[in-house]
T-cell receptor, first 116, second 113 residues
């Protein structure tokens, strides 16, 4: 079956530009997570949705980062006025909530963002 | 706050040799522990997990990990590695099952023939 998909796979932005990264979770998955993976590091949590509700955004590094999931399915991570330190791979994962079957987080292939 | 330490950034090993990838965590509460694997040019995949019960957990491809609460460790082992095991391995912890994961920095396993 279809897994988590992300687009674009690669994005090059000039410093100061706004970018939007898209995540299509596995159909029916209620929970959706965004992680940021800098070069040579493990993924770091950014934000978490359950359906359309953003339950945790404690990992967003600044107010330039904004995520939404308006219909409880597709999610978009937006970064305004990109900076060089935003260069990273952005990972999306989806799962069922705890107690509702397999809660494993399934990860997408990521979007590699390079800010020049 | 939770944290995960993977002590080795790279582990080179010859094919058919045993391997251990080390993982230590810190948390003030009970945790759930995971190992994820990332093969070249692929996304993260769950390898195995510890939720409760038996402290030794196994994967379908011969890896195993043992939860040691007193040493706050969850080391990953395989008695005989294959070339195809070459990948980056991430240890992760969660305080609430089904919620956000805290990852270590990863260990690159390079299996040589």
């Amino acid at each position: 079956g279809a897994g988590v998909s992300q687009s674009p796979r690669y994005k090059v932005a000039k410093r100061g530009q706004d970018v939007a990264l898209r995540c299509d979770p596995i159909s029916g998955h209620v929970s959706l997570f965004w992680y940021q993976q800098a070069l040579g590091q493990g993924p770091e949590f950014l934000t978490y949705f359950q359906n359309e509700a953003q339950l945790d955004k404690s990992g967003l590094p600044s107010d330039r980062f904004f995520a939404e999931r308006p219909e409880g399915s597709v999610s978009t991570l937006k970064i305004q006025r990109t900076q060089q330190e935003d260069s990273a791979v952005y990972l999306c994962a989806s799962s069922q909530p705890a107690g509702q079957g397999v809660e494993e987080q399934y990860f997408g292939p990521g979007t590699r963002l390079t800010v020049t | 706050a939770q944290s995960v330490t993977q002590l080795d950034s790279q582990v080179p090993v010859f094919e058919e040799a045993p391997v251990e990838l080390r993982c230590n965590y810190s948390s003030s509460v009970s945790v759930y522990l995971f190992w994820y694997v990332q093969y070249p040019n692929q996304g993260l995949q769950l390898l195995l997990k510890y939720l409760s019960g038996s402290t030794l957990v196994e994967s379908i491809n011969g890896f195993e990990a043992e939860f040691n609460k007193s040493q706050t460790s969850f080391h990953l082992r395989k008695p005989s590695v294959h070339i195809s095991d070459t990948a980056e391995y991430f240890c992760a912890v969660s305080e609430v099952y089904g919620n956000k994961l805290v990852f270590g920095a990863g260990t690159i396993l390079r299996v040589k023939s």
